[in-house]
């Protein structure tokens, strides 16, 4: 599913998305958090680490990557999720996902991943994929001074240098 067709539903590109239009969802509860963009979550009987598509997280270890896992523990710890797979992460074999969430105060699910870009806790991953309604919502969170946007240094440039392991 394009990131245009979920927001559609959301006049304020708040990326709500009713339940009915994801294809190829599959049930799951969240059981940790690990950082900004992954968690382990049951489903079924399996535990499985998933990687959260589209956007990429601070590390721990940078100024606002306690913070961002905060933000994503705050929408999913110990939730329902519906996800959709849309790849499989090349590094750690990792299935890479859309997460939605029911929201606090609507019927509809709200994209988690695009929930992370609009409060500021995770960059758009323009290495992984691209899209113009995702590269709106973090514009407006960075003109409006939301979360990380204070000229911290992205991820991907972090884990580049000699901060890898």
């Given at each position: 599913?394009?990131?245009?067709?979920?927001?559609?539903?959301?006049?304020?590109?708040?990326?709500?998305?009713?339940?009915?239009?994801?294809?190829?969802?599959?049930?799951?509860?969240?059981?940790?958090?690990?950082?900004?963009d992954?968690?382990?979550?049951?489903?079924?009987?399996?535990?499985?680490?998933?990687?959260?598509?589209?956007?990429?997280?601070d590390?721990?270890?940078?100024?606002?990557?306690?913070?961002?896992?905060?933000?994503?523990?705050?929408?999913?710890?110990?939730?329902?999720?519906?996800?959709?797979?849309?790849?499989?992460?090349?590094?750690?074999?990792?299935?890479?996902?859309?997460?939605?969430?029911?929201?606090?105060?609507?019927?509809?699910?709200?994209l988690?991943?695009?929930?992370?870009?609009?409060?500021?806790?995770?960059?758009?991953?323009?290495?992984?994929?691209?899209?113009?309604?995702?590269?709106?919502?973090?514009?407006?969170?960075?003109?409006?001074?939301?979360?990380?946007?204070?000229?911290?240094?992205?991820?991907?440039?972090?884990?580049?240098?000699?901060?890898?392991?």
């Amino acid at each position: 599913m394009k990131l245009a067709a979920a927001l559609a539903a959301s006049p304020v590109l708040l990326a709500f998305v009713p339940l009915s239009s994801a294809a190829d969802t599959v049930m799951a509860r969240v059981i940790r958090v690990h950082d900004g963009d992954s968690i382990t979550a049951r489903v079924g009987e399996q535990k499985v680490r998933l990687r959260l598509a589209w956007i990429d997280a601070d590390e721990l270890a940078q100024p606002y990557g306690r913070q961002a896992r905060v933000a994503l523990c705050s929408m999913v710890c110990g939730r329902d999720i519906t996800i959709e797979i849309v790849d499989t992460d090349r590094k750690w074999g990792r299935p890479v996902v859309l997460v939605w969430v029911q929201g606090e105060k609507s019927e509809s699910q709200v994209l988690v991943n695009a929930e992370m870009v609009r409060i500021g806790a995770a960059w758009v991953y323009r290495s992984y994929y691209y899209d113009p309604a995702l590269d709106d919502i973090e514009r407006d969170a960075r003109e409006h001074g939301r979360g990380q946007w204070s000229g911290l240094e992205a991820p991907w440039i972090y884990r580049s240098e000699a901060h890898e392991h």
